[in-house]
Structure formats: structure tokens, C-alpha cells
């Protein structure tokens, strides 16, 4: 079939892409279409007949760049080139030029077909990508470079370590080997426990690994242990290295050496526990000073009001008599001025005893009592001090029944038992009701003598039971009689240098017993001991 | 004759401040404890009563509180004589709703001086 060439002329004249035109042998435009119209600017009419080379820059004018070009696809057949070429309005465009020598059917030459493409837009691609390439490379050498830095300034200033997911040890640093005293060796492939102190509470650890198995960053401080058992605190910063999955993979740890600044802080709590505590003795003690202050002080009080009371009694009724025996001048009054003389007596003998309690008191506490055991019968010294109190038992109607049972040969201080019989018997008579009976019992058995004293008179209150034996205490239902509150406080110290006990059972207003208990024959040794 | 009532269960101060008073021509009651004053209070209604603050049974306090409540005793001037000095606080206020206070050891001239006080604020009174 025969090419019908006038449909391939229509088609090539108004390809628009593409310039395609015929050069003449020597390089004239003899024919041209739309495209080239397009890419080149001229019209069909204004570039028929011109030669090629307006096409090219100046530079390659002047390099014979189009002669060669012809050249080449004359001798070649067909020749591409790729270069700036300019269009009628100046401005330039890069093309990608392919010639191809045409020839008759003898082989002469004919002239030039000519394909020209503007691929300044490819060009300018490519340009771009190069500068983008060249760019990122520049920035990946920058980065690379600036994490080696960081790596090394990281490594410089601080511990490091990375583990796997599963705390692996799989990199330390020197720092770490330093600090830890293990060799680099020792640590890799390790656990990263081999490091733990057991010193933080589970808790405190759980939180850690639940954190940064959780893809965040753990910081604090921790204490770990060294390869010589030697302790060491760091500051701790844990960051975990996420995959694509976002789960973390390995984790690295930065800490830095804050031992120093530890132990200067645990020093700091170890003074202040000290201090702490030695406020707390000294509070202790300043307490209990204050309390023993107030003890004496209370102690001091109720003498004054117990000496007040105790004293000015007696001075009343020595006062008041004497003042009587003033108005009993005459011969015949000298009865009445015996009775006020013996009651001026009888109080002085009172205010003797009060002195002669605290003087007993005094000593007892000082310890300047010295007991010295005898040979005496108990029996008679209990009628011989019952003889002695008669005179008050019978200002008030009362009787004493006493009962031995045993024999009274004791060896004991018989002035120390003599005034303990004395205070109970006195206490029975004073707290014992007019016409009262008081009934004393001695028993001596396996070598222990007891006496008991037993009254029916107001009795001690259960709640003041437990104080009867302090000094100055006075019972609730006492309060009004006269005494000093030292009796029983100077028996009790009595029975103690003797060795022996003293109890008693009381009810209030049924009446008290009180029972001493010592040894029959007081221990040789004892005796001129002063009985501390 | 006036009229004393003296309360006290001290036998000896008692029996010594009854005969200073007899020796100074005064008709003389006297009771052991605030009980027993009180009713001899009622039944003779003395001047003045002398009255013991600390006895065994009924003691100053209660008297007092007897002596408020009755029409005719209440009237009649009332000495607490103490034998405790310091005083406590109770015992001031005790003193406070008395018309006077004496001290032990007291004179017999400072008995005296008291009693006549009162018994001329005994005459305001009635």
C-alpha cells in the first residue's frame, strides 16, 4: 500500500508538542508546523528561508555547534542532541534535538528533518531533584555528625546503658564500667539487675519497668550496687526506644553520679534523727524534770498546808490556855490552872511529835536509820505501847483487846518496831468512833511474827487505797481530822529496814486492819547496818 | 447576856474558847460538830456563833449551808475561825458568806474584838 504522503503532512503539521520541520542541505527552514510555532515562537511565514542557527545561543554559534550538529547526522544519519536554544522572543529553553539526514533515491542529500522537544521542565526537574539530593545528603552527613557528637558529649558527661526489652544489658559506656567497677565484658549480655541494691522498694522498681514498658521516659534517682558490694546513687533517666509496632524495644539509660550529693543528704537526715532524738531525751527529760518540779512543788504545798493546819492547832489550845491561866490567879483556881498548864503541856508534846515525823522522815529518806536488833518479848512491848495511848483511848470511851497467839521472843530493832505499833495504834484510835473497840492480834509462825491492828472506825476509801502509803496523802474522809500524812509513810520505810511487809483490808465507815509481817529473828548481818 | 454558840470539834480549843468567853460574862453554847450547832442555833438563838471550819462530821460548809436555809439562824452573825493558812480557794469563798474570820492561833483579846463586831452588826441587823 502506498503512504498517502498528504495525510502524513497534515498529521506532522499539527503535532503541537512537537516542532518538526525540513532543513535544506545548507540549514534552512523550508518547511515548519505547529508545534515548532509553539515552542519557537516564529511563524511559518517568518522562519521559511532562515537558517537554523537562530535557534542557538551565541556561545554555541560560535562554537560551529549547528554546523556540527548537521555534520554529524550527515555523516551518522540521524544525530540527537540535548542543549539551550532560543526562541524568536530571546528567552531559552532546553531541548532534546533529534536530526535526521534525508536523502533522494540515488542517495544524494536531500536536506535535514528536524524533531525538537522542550524538556525544560524535565530538565528542571531533575535539577531539583539533584539540589534536593545534594541537600539531603549534606543534612544526613550534618546529622550524623551531630549525633556522633551528642553520642560522645552523652558519653563524656554521663553513664550510659542500653538493654533489650527484657533488660538485657546490650551497650554501656566507660562511665558505666567505671562506676559499677565491672568490665565491659562482665556487663553485656548480662541482666541489668546485676547492678540492683535492693535497697528501693518494690513498688518503686514496678513503677520503673511499668513506665517504660509503657513507651515512657522513667527519671529518678537510684542507688545500685558496684562489683565490691560498695554502693553508688545515680540520676536516673530511662527513655525507651519505640518500634514501628509502638512498642519499645530497648530502653536507654542515662544517669549521672549523684553519690556525693547522697551521702551528704543521708548525713543531713542522720544528723537531724539525731537531733530529733536528742530533742526527744532532752523534752524527756525536761518533762520529767518538771514533773519531779511539780511533784516537789505540789509536795511542798501540801506540807505548807499540812504544817499550817498540824502547828496552829496545837498553838490554839497553847495560846488560848495560857491566856486562861492569867485569869486563874487565886490559890483556889490552882486546879484550873493545872488543867490549862497539862493542856499547854500536852501540846507541846503534840507539836513535838509533828517535828519528831518530820525529823523521822528525814532521816529514813537519807538513809541515816540505823537498825540495831535485840533480844525482847513483842508481847510486852505491845501492852507497854497500848499502856501509852491510854490516855487518848480513854478521852474517848474506847477499848483495846489484845490477843496473843505464839511466843514473843523476837530479835528485831525494838525502837523501829515500837514506833510502827505506835503511828497504827494511834491511827486506830483517831479514825475509831467514841466507845469504839480496837483489837490487836500478834502470831508468830515458821519464824515470821505478824500483828494486826484492827479498828472499826470511818475506814480508807477504795479509791485512796492505792496512795494511802505517800507522804502528806490524806484521805478523802480524812481530810478534816487532824494529822500530818506521814505516819504510814514513815511505817512503810520502817518495814522496809526491817525487812518485812505491811498490807491492810479496809472499808470505808466499817473500819481498817493493818498487818505487819517480819522475820522472827531479823537477819545477823543486818545489825548497825544503817538499812539501805 | 448575850449569847455565843461556839462549834468546834477540838475538845481542848473547844473547852478554852467557851471559858474565855464565860470569863468575859457571855452566855455559852457549845456543839462538836455543824450538826449538833445547828440545832442548838435553832433552839437558843445565840448572837454570834463561832464556828470551826474543819470538822470530822458536819464541817463549816455544811453548816453554813444549814444556817442560809433556816429564817431565824441565817440572821445571826457568823465567825469562821481555821486553822488552815494558806487558804484554799473554796475556803475564801466559805469565808466570803461569813461576817468574819479568825485565825488560829487567836488571842483572847482578838476572840474578844471579834465577837463585839458582830454583835454590832447583830444590832444593824435586827
Not at chain 1, 532521816?363 to 491510854?390: A, G, I, P, W
Not at chain 2, 465567825?79 to 492561833?105: N, Q, Y
Request: aromatic fraction near 8%; glycine fraction near 6%; charged fraction near 30%.
Amino acid at each position: 500500500m502506498q503512504p498517502d504522503l498528504n495525510n502524513y503532512k497534515v498529521l506532522v503539521e499539527n503535532v503541537k508538542d512537537y516542532a518538526i520541520f525540513i532543513l535544506d542541505t545548507d540549514g534552512h527552514v523550508t518547511s515548519w508546523n505547529k508545534g515548532a510555532e509553539k515552542i519557537k515562537g516564529y511563524k511559518e511565514q517568518e522562519i521559511i528561508g532562515r537558517h537554523m542557527s537562530v535557534f542557538y545561543t551565541k556561545e554555541d554559534i560560535e562554537k560551529k555547534i549547528p554546523e556540527k550538529n548537521l555534520q554529524n547526522a550527515k555523516r551518522l544519519g540521524q544525530f540527537e542532541d540535548e542543549g539551550w536554544r532560543v526562541r524568536k522572543d530571546g528567552s531559552l529553553f532546553w531541548a532534546s534535538v533529534t536530526f535526521t539526514a534525508l536523502r533522494d533515491k540515488k542517495g544524494n542529500l536531500t536536506g535535514f528533518g528536524k524533531l525538537t522537544r522542550d524538556i525544560s521542565r524535565r530538565r528542571q526537574n531533575e535539577d531539583e531533584i539533584q539540589r534536593l539530593n545534594r541537600q539531603l545528603e549534606n543534612q544526613l552527613q550534618l546529622s550524623q555528625t551531630e549525633v556522633l557528637d551528642y553520642k560522645h558529649a552523652l558519653d563524656e558527661s554521663s553513664i550510659v546503658a542500653i538493654t533489650d526489652q527484657k533488660g538485657i544489658i546490650t551497650h554501656v559506656n566507660n562511665n558505666f564500667c567505671k562506676i559499677s567497677k565491672y568490665s565491659k565484658e562482665e556487663l553485656l549480655g548480662q541482666d541489668h539487675r546485676i547492678i540492683n541494691s535492693k535497697y528501693h522498694p518494690k513498688e518503686l522498681i514496678r513503677d520503673l519497668w511499668v513506665t517504660i514498658a509503657n513507651g515512657k521516659i522513667w527519671r529518678g534517682e537510684l542507688k545500685n550496687r558496684a562489683k565490691d558490694g560498695t554502693y553508688y546513687w545515680v540520676d536516673t533517666t530511662i527513655v525507651p526506644f519505640i518500634n514501628e509496632k509502638g512498642k519499645p524495644y530497648q530502653y536507654l539509660a542515662i544517669r549521672s553520679d549523684i553519690t556525693q550529693r547522697k551521702l551528704a543528704e543521708e548525713q543531713i537526715i542522720r544528723i537531724n534523727q539525731n537531733l530529733e532524738k536528742k530533742i526527744k531525751e532532752r523534752t524527756f527529760e525536761l518533762t520529767e524534770a518538771l514533773e519531779r518540779e511539780k511533784e516537789v512543788s505540789d509536795m511542798k504545798s501540801r506540807f505548807v498546808s499540812m504544817a499550817s493546819h498540824e502547828f496552829r492547832t496545837p498553838l490554839s489550845a497553847i495560846l488560848s490556855s495560857t491566856s486562861l491561866v492569867d485569869h486563874y490567879k487565886d490559890p483556889e483556881q490552882s486546879e484550873k490552872r493545872h488543867k490549862h498548864i497539862e493542856r499547854i503541856r500536852s501540846s507541846v508534846r503534840n507539836l513535838t511529835d509533828i517535828l519528831d515525823d518530820f525529823l523521822s522522815l528525814d532521816k529514813l529518806e537519807q538513809s541515816k536509820v540505823d537498825v540495831n536488833n535485840t533480844h525482847f518479848d513483842l508481847h510486852k512491848l505491845v501492852e507497854d505501847v497500848t499502856e501509852e495511848t491510854s490516855g487518848m483511848m480513854k478521852k474517848k470511851n474506847q477499848r483495846v483487846n489484845v490477843l496473843h497467839d505464839g511466843q514473843g521472843e523476837i530479835v528485831q530493832d525494838k525502837k523501829i518496831v515500837r514506833n510502827i505499833l505506835l503511828n497504827l495504834l494511834s491511827n486506830a484510835i483517831k479514825y475509831s468512833p467514841e466507845d469504839g473497840e480496837i483489837i490487836i492480834r500478834t502470831a508468830s509462825k515458821n519464824n515470821k511474827v505478824s500483828v494486826s491492828i484492827e479498828d472499826k472506825g470511818i475506814g480508807i476509801p477504795s479509791e485512796a487505797q492505792k496512795d494511802l502509803f505517800s507522804k502528806f496523802f490524806r484521805a478523802r474522809n480524812a481530810a478534816n481530822i487532824q494529822g500530818t500524812g506521814l505516819g504510814l509513810n514513815i511505817v512503810k520505810r520502817y518495814m522496809e529496814l526491817l525487812d518485812g511487809s505491811i498490807y491492810f483490808v479496809s472499808e470505808e465507815n466499817k473500819g481498817s486492819t493493818f498487818t505487819i509481817e517480819f522475820a522472827q529473828k531479823a537477819d545477823s548481818e543486818k545489825q548497825g547496818n544503817n538499812g539501805t | 447576856m448575850k449569847k455565843i454558840l461556839v462549834i468546834e470539834d477540838n475538845t481542848e480549843i473547844r473547852e478554852n474558847t467557851v471559858e474565855m468567853l464565860e470569863l468575859n460574862n457571855y452566855k455559852v453554847f457549845s456543839a462538836k460538830n455543824g450538826n449538833i450547832g445547828f440545832q442548838l442555833a435553832k433552839k437558843n438563838k445565840p448572837d454570834v456563833i463561832l464556828c470551826d471550819m474543819m470538822m470530822p462530821d458536819t464541817d463549816g460548809r455544811e453548816f453554813l449551808q444549814l444556817a442560809k436555809n433556816h429564817v431565824i439562824v441565817r440572821k445571826i452573825p457568823l465567825i469562821f475561825f481555821s486553822a488552815g493558812s494558806p487558804l484554799p480557794d473554796i475556803k475564801k469563798k466559805l469565808i466570803k458568806e461569813a461576817d468574819d474570820f479568825l485565825e488560829k492561833p487567836f488571842s483572847e483579846e482578838d476572840l474578844l474584838h471579834a465577837i463585839e463586831r458582830a454583835l454590832k452588826k447583830q444590832m444593824i441587823n435586827f
